[in-house]
């Protein structure tokens, strides 16, 4: 399947997408969104472990990785609009979506962007999210050592070290801060799409409930399933491999290639 027309891009897309190791031949793309503060990175083992039949691409929001002269994303919809003309100039068809946390919600509005512009993807993974009603907006505190700190109480995933050392809390809690203040900017708008979801989520993480992740069925008019795997809100790391065969699976299935 060839990629779909889409609007003229708003926005020069170097260094929004990055395909670490194109396939001779994929059966789909899969594009991946990290969490807030988190590096697309961290989706690098995945790269071997999903090929040949899956291609892997990672998104880079601004203010970080090889964006880190720009500003970071303070707005949420300019920020749907410039990854979704991203995705359609630059990833061939047929294409899927995983994203974690934060990821998850904007994999899910860059899906909706997709299906309105008659571009639906064929998959979408959303893990540790919950239900897009959901609001998780914080307080933050003013203090960065305070914010981490109130970060690690509610999701347990930043790493003692940045915690002890003001020198690194100074660098990675800019970032984290605006990535949490984007997330209050979004707005859940009713609506389904016609692609399949899985939701994903850790049996200890307190922010996704088995019942939450069961609430995405409400999201689409297709197939949906949900599954939980050892470990809490950052679980991707100790379940990878269940993970990952989850991924493979439906995919596969959903492009005939099972």
């Known amino acids: 399947m060839s990629t779909p027309a889409l609007a003229t891009p708003r926005a020069n897309h170097n260094g929004v997408l990055t395909c670490p190791r194109p396939q001779p031949a994929p059966a789909v793309r899969l594009v991946c969104f990290a969490h807030s503060g988190g590096n697309p990175r961290m989706y690098q083992n995945w790269v071997e472990k999903l090929a040949p039949e899956?291609?892997?691409?990672?998104?880079?929001?601004?203010?970080?990785?090889?964006?880190?002269r720009e500003h970071h994303a303070d707005r949420w919809e300019p920020l749907i609009d410039d990854i979704t003309a991203a995705l359609v100039t630059h990833v061939p068809w047929?294409?899927?979506?995983?994203?974690h946390s934060l990821g998850g919600l904007i994999a899910f509005d860059v899906a909706r962007r997709l299906t309105e512009e008659q571009a639906p993807p064929?998959?979408?993974?959303?893990?540790?999210?919950?239900?897009?009603?959901?609001?998780?907006?914080?307080?933050l505190p003013e203090d960065d050592i305070d914010l981490?700190?109130?970060?690690?109480?509610?999701?347990?995933?930043?790493?003692?070290?940045?915690?002890e050392s003001p020198e690194l809390a100074r660098h990675f809690a800019p970032t984290l801060r605006a990535d949490l203040a984007l997330g209050a900017d979004y707005r859940y708008r009713p609506g389904r799409l016609t692609t399949p979801i899985?939701?994903?989520?850790?049996?200890?993480?307190?922010?996704?409930?088995?019942?939450?992740?069961?609430?995405?069925?409400?999201?689409?008019?297709?197939a949906t399933q949900w599954r939980q795997f050892p470990g809490g809100h950052f679980y991707l790391e100790q379940s990878e491999a269940g993970v990952l065969r989850t991924i493979r699976r439906?995919?596969?299935?959903?492009?005939?290639k099972e």
């Open 54 to 68: 899956i291609e892997l691409w990672w998104v880079t929001l601004p203010g970080r990785g090889q964006r880190w």
């Open 94 to 99: 047929p294409m899927a979506l995983f994203g």
């Open 122 to 139: 064929n998959y979408l993974f959303v893990s540790a999210r919950a239900h897009p009603r959901r609001e998780f907006a914080l307080d």
């Open 148 to 163: 981490l700190r109130l970060v690690d109480t509610v999701y347990a995933g930043v790493p003692a070290q940045i915690l």
């Open 198 to 222: 899985t939701a994903l989520g850790g049996v200890d993480d307190p922010t996704t409930p088995a019942e939450e992740l069961d609430a995405w069925r409400d999201c689409t008019t297709a």
């Open 250 to 256: 439906n995919l596969l299935r959903s492009t005939g």
